[in-house]
């Protein structure tokens, strides 16, 4: 079993906001003790072909907490996403709340600076978010103990989050149709996604899993929570009778088919930045497009 402090007594009501577009899904979850809440993976909608960034999804979850009079406290970001924009500055800018991901952002940060070419103005100490969060590092959401465990393999700083009976898994996992997440990302690794894997899945049964991405395989319905029970039986790629070999193979065989997400070169110079648009040297807005650089 884990290591890792959990409290299975407690259970977060859990809300989710489906993004079409990405097919991400953020959450707001509120302690059942008090008022507080934190949102997971908050998207910024852009219109890439135009360069127009707008706010429809942040809006929805920024209506869905004023309307049910919460106090936002945490904008947690699992990891650098490849395939959608943060918002949380921007739900930040509205109501306030620390925004926190995982310390090995450093690695992100140094990564990518590289690739889009970034000046000695850009940061890569991981300040521009409000926390940076080691293994085990624990908060509190209003009453409700929350903790980090760190996940790499997708990317060097993929963390899952649990608080109460409810872990938000980021890319480390998919639906149990769905399997796993690529690991060929700079910095990604299979066999340290299967570590990854294991560790979430040494988490109690019944523990509930919230998903960060859904694609619908073989054209059910999108989903979003799973538990650890369900997944250490029926996940595709790690489930029971999988072995460590097996799904480095798979895995390894598999991402070299896969494309760049569509996103990709947007997302990691708006998220490694904690979600703020980098601008040019009159201060305006402004994305970079590096030639062969990924």
């Not at 097919?23 to 008090?34: L, Q």
């Not at 990317?155 to 639906?175: E, I, K, R, S």
């Not at 998903?211 to 997944?231: A, F, L, Q």
């Not at 569509?262 to 703020?276: C, D, F, K, T, Y």
Request: proline share 5%; charged share 25%.
């Amino acid at each position: 079993m884990t290591d890792y402090p959990v409290n299975m007594d407690i259970k977060p009501k859990v809300e989710a906001f489906f993004d079409p577009a990405t097919n991400t899904i953020s959450y707001v979850v509120k302690d059942p003790a008090s008022n507080a809440c934190a949102v997971i993976d908050s998207v910024m909608d852009i219109d890439y072909a135009a360069g127009r960034i707008t706010y429809d999804n942040a809006d929805e979850i920024i209506a869905y907490i004023e309307q049910n009079d919460l106090s936002l406290e945490w904008l947690i970001e699992t990891h650098v996403h490849a395939d959608h924009l943060s918002a949380a500055p921007y739900i930040q800018g509205k109501l306030g709340g620390k925004i926190g991901i995982g310390s090995q952002i450093m690695v992100v940060q140094d990564t990518f600076g590289k690739v889009f070419n970034e000046g000695t103005e850009f940061q890569r100490d991981g300040s521009q978010f409000d926390r940076l969060f080691e293994d085990g590092d624990t908060y509190k959401i209003g009453q409700m103990d929350a903790v980090a465990i760190y996940t790499p393999g997708h990317t060097p700083a993929c963390m899952v989050h649990v608080m109460g009976n409810a872990a938000f898994v980021g890319d480390t996992l998919f639906m149990p149709d769905g399997g796993s997440a690529r690991a060929d990302f700079p910095g990604g690794d299979a066999a340290t996604l299967y570590e990854s894997i294991t560790k979430v899945l040494s988490l109690p049964d019944d523990m509930r899993l919230f998903m960060c991405h859904d694609y619908g395989p073989n054209g059910r319905d999108i989903k979003w929570e799973t538990t650890v029970g369900e997944e250490r039986k029926h996940n595709i790629h790690v489930g029971e009778g999988k072995t460590r070999d097996d799904f480095i193979q798979f895995r390894t065989e598999r991402d070299a088919q896969l494309d760049m997400p569509r996103l990709i070169i947007p997302s990691l110079q708006v998220n490694m930045r904690a979600g703020e648009i980098p601008k040019d040297k009159d201060g305006k807005p402004m994305l970079k497009v590096p030639v062969n650089g990924l």
